[in-house]
Nanobody, 125 residues
Framework: QVQLVESGGGSVQAGGSLTLSCAVSRYIISNYCLGWFRQAPGKEREGVSAIEVDGSSRYVDSVKGRFTISRDNTKNTLYLQMNSLKPEDSAMYYC???????????????????WGQGTQVTVSS
């Protein structure tokens, strides 16, 4: 059974930082494309960043230079380091796994087969 468990969300002021973590199984971290997505109230879920097994990654334009995705195979964990947070970054953040080695269209929600339960990020101005 595929499980993804996010943690690390919280409330911060604008300009602050948070690091999200997503615990996954050893098989997933070693074999699947992984991504971070977010959904704000009343908005569509959007891709934030994704990373292939070889470390190749993509970011949505709005977070480039501020967010960093990484995966630690020794800890079976996916991370999203978020710096210089803005109020518009506030959302529920989800990690997801695509059941293939490659990400394809990295940030396309429909490509991802497995989802975590989400962790809330709130950024106040």
């Amino acid at each position: 059974q595929v499980q993804l468990v996010e943690s690390g969300g919280g409330s911060v002021q604008a300009g602050g930082s948070l690091t999200l973590s997503c615990a996954v199984s050893r098989y997933i971290i070693s074999n699947y494309c992984l991504g971070w997505f977010r959904q704000a109230p009343g908005k569509e879920r959007e891709g934030v960043s994704a990373i292939e097994v070889d470390g190749s990654s993509r970011y949505v334009d709005s977070v480039k230079g501020r967010f960093t995705i990484s995966r630690d195979n020794t800890k079976n964990t996916l991370y999203l380091q978020m710096n210089s947070l803005k109020p518009e970054d506030s959302a529920m953040y989800y990690c997801a796994a695509r059941g293939t080695y490659y990400c394809g269209d990295y940030l396309a929600t429909y490509q991802y087969n497995y989802w975590g339960q989400g962790t809330q990020v709130t950024v106040s101005s």
